[in-house]
């Protein structure tokens, strides 16, 4: 069984059927290119598998595990559609960055949150056990956890920042990890929500068309980050125009139309050899506005 | 003379700062509710809020200080409200009406991408709400609310329509023994006032200029 399986996804808005029936599956480490023209549903499948929207009916299975299952209403609950969006990752095509914060702080404070969560449940743990313990030993109790406290927050603290300054170096923003989002250029805010993305450590990063919002000159940058992640081994999908990018970076590449997959293969299948005619003729399309 | 007549200006302009600070202590948080009201999901409860609003804001605060106070005694016959306590409460009413759209058009103003981004790393609605959204509507909704509250310090003088010692009514009542100098002397009391949140606002403005939105 593959990595990501994705078993016949749906979804309808109103009367207007947008994904009709999306299977297709990605082995862990491999690039998943999508193509096809705008308006066939490719921004909805990646809202899908980071369930901002929710299919109305398919499955969806992560290493093994099926995380969704559209015909099981009650286990979607807010919380746990929460927990199931730890596994993905979003690059929007306009970036998103939280404008109030320095990119520091925007890679860390999801991670923060998290991390303030499972303090405040040890903390709770703690003082059950201490309500439990004997009277004469609760004093004792009381400074014990309270060491072990300070040091989870510090080891957290020390754990993110590190993650933080790690990630900045692999999209070349180190020197602005201080800056404010407007202070950047359109290159550098996508590569702060790529790290941002990433600090999370999704098991699938998806982007959706990221280079689309940038000057042409600024593409570049930002398709070398993602280049560059493939050789760390992240498992990736990347809903893209840049056919370039997708012939030379993707293991596999997808191309939907009109809400279905009409081909499906390795880039050299797809781009060298189109079985489908509405491939071709997208393909010709892409390479025409091209020059 | 002048410094008598200063000091019980000053005693009218505590009544009218005492308004103006129990306006804003009820009607700031009241107007967060009433927009969350007004942009609810249940379409009942959002229509009910709508109406009000449009009532509140479609009618004069005048009338409505007239309602509060002489309403339950005509229509119920029960005994009248403080006078202050009447005059606070068609305030509160009034201004939270007016802060909750300023809040709506804040909240509304914010893009569907901050909230997905924050969905997507995998906060709660209400994480979203205070780390994400709230700043940035502070500081869309900062010059509109300074309007709004600098309207208040002068709408507070309507309330000597049921006999409120503020500093206009203590002002006019000097009227009556020959003095009309007074009457105008209340303006520096006001322009002092203004003054600082001017000031206070401006101050807010400026702290809030270190990011755009
Ligand atoms: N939230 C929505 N409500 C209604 N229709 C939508 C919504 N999101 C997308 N659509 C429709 O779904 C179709 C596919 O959109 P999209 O997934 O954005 O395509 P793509 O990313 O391939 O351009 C479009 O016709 C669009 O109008
Ligand atoms: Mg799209």
């Known amino acids: 069984m593959a990595f990501l399986e994705v078993k016949d996804y749906r979804k309808k808005f109103g009367e207007n059927e947008v994904l009709k029936g999306i299977s297709f599956s990605l082995e862990k480490g491999e690039v998943l290119a999508i193509i096809g023209s705008s308006g066939g549903g490719k921004t909805t499948l990646l809202r899908c598998l980071n369930f901002l929207e929710i299919p109305d009916e398919g499955t969806l299975t992560l290493n093994g595990e099926t995380l969704f299952d559209a015909s099981e209403k009650k286990q979607n609950t807010e919380s746990q559609i929460r927990e199931k969006r730890l596994h993905f ?45 004997p009277k004469e030993k609760r004093r004792a109790l009381k400074a014990e956890h309270r060491r072990i406290l300070a040091e989870i927050r510090e080891n957290q603290k020390r754990g993110i920042a590190e993650k933080t300054d790690a990630l900045l170096e692999r999209v070349g923003l180190a020197d602005k990890k201080n800056a404010y ?30 280079t689309s919002a940038l000057d042409p000159e600024l593409t570049g940058e930002v398709l070398k980050v993602i280049k560059g992640l493939k050789s760390s081994d992240s498992t990736m999908i990347v809903v893209t125009h840049e056919m370039e990018f997708a012939k030379n970076v993707a293991d596999r590449v997808i191309f939907i139309a009109d809400g279905r997959i009409e081909e499906e293969g390795t880039p050299a299948e797809v781009f060298g050899d189109p079985k489908s005619e509405k491939t071709a003729a997208f393909l010709r399309k892409s390479l025409e506005e091209l020059f | 003379m002048f410094w008598q007549i200063s000091l019980e200006l000053l005693q009218g302009f505590g009544v009218t700062c005492l308004i103006f600070a129990a306006t804003l202590l009820f009607a700031l948080p009241l107007g967060l509710v009433l927009s969350f009201g007004s ?5 009942p409860l959002k229509y009910v809020v709508k109406v009000f609003v449009w009532i509140i804001r479609g009618t004069p605060l005048m009338l409505q200080i007239l309602v509060v106070y002489y309403g339950p005694a005509l229509i119920f016959h029960w005994g009248f409200l403080d006078r202050i306590v009447a005059v606070v409460v068609a305030f ?13 058009g804040g909240i509304e103003s914010i893009s569907k991408g901050q909230y997905e981004a924050g969905q997507v790393l995998g906060m709660t609605r209400s994480q979203i709400f205070f780390r994400v959204v709230l700043l940035q509507v502070v500081k869309r909704i900062v010059p509109p609310m300074s309007n709004e509250v600098i309207t208040l310090v002068k709408d507070t003088s309507l309330a000597r329509i049921i006999v409120v010692e503020e500093i206009l009514k203590v002002a006019y009542d000097f009227t009556v023994t020959g003095l009309i100098w007074p009457l105008f002397y209340t303006a520096v009391y006001y322009l002092v006032f203004v003054g600082l949140l001017t000031l206070l606002f401006g101050w807010l403005e400026k702290k809030l200029q270190y990011f755009k939105v």
């Open chain 2, 92 to 104: 509160v009413i009034n201004y939270a009406c007016y802060f909750s759209e300023i809040y709506r």
């Open chain 1, 181 to 210: 989002p407007y202070e950047l250029s359109g290159g550098q805010q996508q590569r702060v929500a790529i790290a941002r993305a990433l600090a999370l450590s999704p098991d699938i990063l998806c982007f959706d068309e990221p």
């Open chain 2, 39 to 43: 942009m609810s999901r249940f379409k």
């Open chain 1, 89 to 133: 990752g979003l690059v929007f095509q306009q970036f998103n960055l939280f404008p109030q914060y320095t990119v520091f702080r925007n890679i860390t404070l999801a991670q923060a949150l998290l991390a303030g969560q499972a303090f405040a449940q040890k903390k709770r743990e703690f003082a059950a056990a201490r309500r439990a313990a």
